[in-house]
Protein backbone atom coordinates (compact mmCIF):
# COMPACT_ATOMS: atom_id res chain seq x y z
CA UNK A 1 0.00 0.00 0.00
CA UNK A 2 2.19 2.76 -1.03
CA UNK A 3 1.20 6.02 0.95
CA UNK A 4 3.33 8.21 -1.49
CA UNK A 5 3.54 7.79 -4.94
CA UNK A 6 5.63 9.17 -7.65
CA UNK A 7 3.98 7.79 -11.04
CA UNK A 8 6.58 8.98 -13.56
CA UNK A 9 9.37 6.52 -12.94
CA UNK A 10 11.81 9.41 -15.28
CA UNK A 11 11.08 12.48 -17.07
CA UNK A 12 13.35 14.14 -19.58
CA UNK A 13 13.88 17.85 -20.32
CA UNK A 14 15.58 19.86 -22.45
CA UNK A 15 18.48 23.12 -20.64
CA UNK A 16 16.76 26.15 -19.86
CA UNK A 17 13.35 24.26 -19.89
CA UNK A 18 11.00 23.95 -16.66
CA UNK A 19 11.04 20.42 -14.92
CA UNK A 20 7.85 19.58 -13.62
CA UNK A 21 7.94 16.29 -10.77
CA UNK A 22 4.61 15.36 -9.38
CA UNK A 23 3.76 13.40 -6.27
CA UNK A 24 0.19 12.57 -4.93
CA UNK A 25 -0.58 10.86 -1.44
CA UNK A 26 -3.15 8.99 0.45
CA UNK A 27 -3.16 9.69 3.87
CA UNK A 28 -4.47 12.74 4.99
CA UNK A 29 -2.90 12.97 8.49
CA UNK A 30 0.54 13.94 6.23
CA UNK A 31 1.35 17.36 6.72
CA UNK A 32 4.55 17.96 6.24
CA UNK A 33 6.03 17.11 2.85
CA UNK A 34 10.06 17.62 0.82
CA UNK A 35 11.82 17.03 -2.02
CA UNK A 36 15.19 15.35 -1.76
CA UNK A 37 17.43 15.00 -4.74
CA UNK A 38 19.53 11.47 -5.10
CA UNK A 39 23.19 11.23 -7.38
CA UNK A 40 24.04 7.96 -8.20
CA UNK A 41 26.85 6.66 -4.72
CA UNK A 42 25.22 9.44 -2.40
CA UNK A 43 23.02 9.63 -0.20
CA UNK A 44 19.93 11.82 -0.66
CA UNK A 45 20.25 15.60 -0.04
CA UNK A 46 17.32 17.42 0.93
CA UNK A 47 16.74 19.63 -1.79
CA UNK A 48 13.18 21.89 -0.57
CA UNK A 49 9.85 21.73 1.78
CA UNK A 50 6.63 22.35 2.63
CA UNK A 51 3.89 22.45 5.44
CA UNK A 52 0.23 21.84 4.53
CA UNK A 53 -0.34 25.14 6.37
CA UNK A 54 1.22 26.98 3.09
CA UNK A 55 0.25 25.99 -0.77
CA UNK A 56 3.77 27.33 -2.44
CA UNK A 57 7.53 27.39 -1.30
CA UNK A 58 10.34 28.73 -3.76
CA UNK A 59 13.55 28.54 -2.96
CA UNK A 60 15.75 30.15 -6.24
CA UNK A 61 15.38 27.84 -9.09
CA UNK A 62 12.92 25.52 -7.45
CA UNK A 63 9.20 25.91 -6.35
CA UNK A 64 7.13 23.36 -4.88
CA UNK A 65 3.28 23.23 -4.78
CA UNK A 66 0.69 21.74 -2.48
CA UNK A 67 -2.84 21.02 -3.43
CA UNK A 68 -4.25 19.92 -0.24
CA UNK A 69 -7.84 18.84 -1.84
CA UNK A 70 -6.20 16.55 -4.21
CA UNK A 71 -3.33 15.10 -2.04
CA UNK A 72 -0.64 16.09 -4.72
CA UNK A 73 2.47 17.96 -4.52
CA UNK A 74 4.93 19.40 -7.10
CA UNK A 75 8.46 20.62 -7.76
CA UNK A 76 8.86 22.91 -10.24
CA UNK A 77 12.72 23.78 -11.56
CA UNK A 78 13.51 27.18 -13.93
CA UNK A 79 15.64 26.94 -15.45
CA UNK A 80 16.87 23.16 -15.38
CA UNK A 81 20.58 22.29 -16.18
CA UNK A 82 22.16 19.55 -16.69
CA UNK A 83 23.48 19.29 -13.45
CA UNK A 84 19.98 18.84 -12.05
CA UNK A 85 19.73 15.42 -13.32
CA UNK A 86 19.33 12.70 -10.58
CA UNK A 87 16.33 10.89 -8.82
CA UNK A 88 14.23 12.96 -7.10
CA UNK A 89 12.20 11.46 -3.89
CA UNK A 90 9.28 12.63 -2.77
CA UNK A 91 8.47 12.13 0.95
CA UNK A 92 5.56 13.11 3.64
CA UNK A 93 5.21 13.23 7.52
CA UNK A 94 3.30 13.57 9.75
CA UNK A 95 3.52 14.62 13.89
CA UNK A 96 1.81 10.83 14.38
CA UNK A 97 4.02 9.09 12.22
CA UNK A 98 6.98 10.05 14.88
CA UNK A 99 8.61 12.60 12.73
CA UNK A 100 9.47 10.05 9.72
CA UNK A 101 9.38 9.95 6.31
CA UNK A 102 7.38 7.89 3.92
CA UNK A 103 9.12 8.34 0.41
CA UNK A 104 7.66 8.25 -3.06
CA UNK A 105 9.68 5.20 -5.45
CA UNK A 106 11.35 8.32 -7.20
CA UNK A 107 11.32 10.02 -10.48
CA UNK A 108 14.69 9.98 -12.83
CA UNK A 109 15.22 13.48 -14.21
CA UNK A 110 17.57 13.96 -17.26
CA UNK A 111 18.41 17.41 -18.41
CA UNK A 112 19.54 17.63 -21.96
CA UNK A 113 22.31 19.62 -22.87
CA UNK B 1 32.70 19.11 8.95
CA UNK B 2 32.72 15.65 8.35
CA UNK B 3 29.25 14.82 7.47
CA UNK B 4 27.47 11.45 8.05
CA UNK B 5 29.90 8.69 7.53
CA UNK B 6 28.44 5.03 6.92
CA UNK B 7 31.04 1.60 6.82
CA UNK B 8 31.00 0.03 4.96
CA UNK B 9 30.32 1.40 2.06
CA UNK B 10 29.91 -2.36 0.28
CA UNK B 11 29.30 -5.70 1.86
CA UNK B 12 28.29 -9.07 0.15
CA UNK B 13 27.26 -11.82 2.80
CA UNK B 14 25.65 -15.34 2.48
CA UNK B 15 21.90 -16.13 3.22
CA UNK B 16 21.39 -16.30 7.12
CA UNK B 17 24.76 -14.74 7.93
CA UNK B 18 24.21 -12.04 10.45
CA UNK B 19 25.46 -8.24 9.41
CA UNK B 20 26.35 -5.06 11.63
CA UNK B 21 26.03 -1.81 10.01
CA UNK B 22 27.37 1.09 11.11
CA UNK B 23 27.02 5.58 11.24
CA UNK B 24 28.31 8.09 12.72
CA UNK B 25 26.09 11.16 13.14
CA UNK B 26 26.98 14.69 12.17
CA UNK B 27 28.72 16.00 15.31
CA UNK B 28 25.82 17.69 17.75
CA UNK B 29 23.45 15.70 16.31
CA UNK B 30 21.47 13.63 18.40
CA UNK B 31 19.70 11.37 16.39
CA UNK B 32 19.95 8.96 13.92
CA UNK B 33 17.40 7.23 11.79
CA UNK B 34 17.93 4.26 9.37
CA UNK B 35 16.40 3.66 5.90
CA UNK B 36 16.16 0.77 3.56
CA UNK B 37 16.34 1.09 -0.45
CA UNK B 38 15.72 -1.06 -2.20
CA UNK B 39 16.64 -0.97 -6.29
CA UNK B 40 13.77 0.96 -7.78
CA UNK B 41 12.10 2.06 -4.73
CA UNK B 42 12.26 4.94 -1.91
CA UNK B 43 13.60 4.60 1.17
CA UNK B 44 11.53 2.84 3.22
CA UNK B 45 11.87 3.90 7.67
CA UNK B 46 13.34 0.95 9.78
CA UNK B 47 14.26 2.84 12.63
CA UNK B 48 15.12 6.15 14.75
CA UNK B 49 16.83 6.50 17.97
CA UNK B 50 17.28 9.92 20.29
CA UNK B 51 19.38 10.29 22.91
CA UNK B 52 19.94 6.50 23.03
CA UNK B 53 16.58 5.25 23.10
CA UNK B 54 14.37 4.18 20.29
CA UNK B 55 11.80 6.54 19.01
CA UNK B 56 10.23 4.62 15.96
CA UNK B 57 9.84 1.45 13.97
CA UNK B 58 8.97 0.69 10.66
CA UNK B 59 7.19 -2.37 9.61
CA UNK B 60 10.43 -4.60 9.68
CA UNK B 61 10.95 -7.79 11.36
CA UNK B 62 12.12 -8.88 14.22
CA UNK B 63 15.57 -9.93 12.79
CA UNK B 64 15.96 -6.20 12.27
CA UNK B 65 17.27 -4.15 15.15
CA UNK B 66 19.37 -1.40 16.13
CA UNK B 67 21.01 0.59 19.16
CA UNK B 68 22.88 4.22 19.40
CA UNK B 69 25.48 4.58 21.64
CA UNK B 70 26.68 7.37 24.20
CA UNK B 71 28.53 8.96 21.55
CA UNK B 72 24.93 9.10 19.45
CA UNK B 73 26.77 6.60 16.68
CA UNK B 74 24.87 3.67 15.98
CA UNK B 75 24.82 -0.13 14.59
CA UNK B 76 21.57 -1.73 12.66
CA UNK B 77 22.14 -5.05 13.16
CA UNK B 78 20.46 -7.47 10.74
CA UNK B 79 20.13 -11.31 11.69
CA UNK B 80 19.64 -14.56 9.28
CA UNK B 81 19.95 -12.83 6.02
CA UNK B 82 17.42 -13.65 3.26
CA UNK B 83 18.35 -12.37 -0.65
CA UNK B 84 15.46 -9.30 -0.19
CA UNK B 85 17.56 -8.14 2.18
CA UNK B 86 19.73 -7.11 -0.39
CA UNK B 87 19.63 -2.95 -0.45
CA UNK B 88 20.92 0.39 0.15
CA UNK B 89 20.99 0.90 3.78
CA UNK B 90 20.78 4.70 4.90
CA UNK B 91 21.45 6.67 7.79
CA UNK B 92 20.37 9.89 8.41
CA UNK B 93 21.17 12.09 11.55
CA UNK B 94 19.29 15.25 13.08
CA UNK B 95 19.87 17.18 15.74
CA UNK B 96 16.59 16.63 17.30
CA UNK B 97 14.97 13.71 15.14
CA UNK B 98 12.21 16.51 14.03
CA UNK B 99 10.99 17.29 10.40
CA UNK B 100 14.09 19.97 9.78
CA UNK B 101 17.80 18.82 8.72
CA UNK B 102 17.89 15.83 8.23
CA UNK B 103 21.21 14.50 6.22
CA UNK B 104 22.27 11.68 5.22
CA UNK B 105 24.96 9.34 4.33
CA UNK B 106 26.29 7.61 1.32
CA UNK B 107 24.95 4.54 2.27
CA UNK B 108 26.26 0.90 2.98
CA UNK B 109 25.12 -1.40 -0.29
CA UNK B 110 24.47 -5.02 1.31
CA UNK B 111 24.55 -7.98 -1.44
CA UNK B 112 22.99 -11.44 0.07
CA UNK B 113 23.99 -14.38 -2.44
Known amino acids: DQQVKQNSPSLSVQEGRISILNCDYT??????FLWYKKYPAEGPTFLIS?????DKNEDGRFTVFLNKSAKHLSLHIVPSQPGDSAVYFC????????????FGPGTRLSVLP | DAGVTQSPTHLIKTRGQHVTLRCSPI?????VSWYQQVLGQGPQFIFQ???????GRGNFPDRFSARQFPNYSSELNVNALLLGDSALYLC????????????FGSGTRLTVV
Open chain 2, 92 to 103: ASSVTGGAFGYT
Open chain 1, 27 to 32: NSMFDY
Open chain 1, 50 to 54: ISSIK
Open chain 1, 91 to 102: AASDANYGQNFV
Open chain 2, 27 to 31: SGHKS
Open chain 2, 49 to 55: YYEKEER
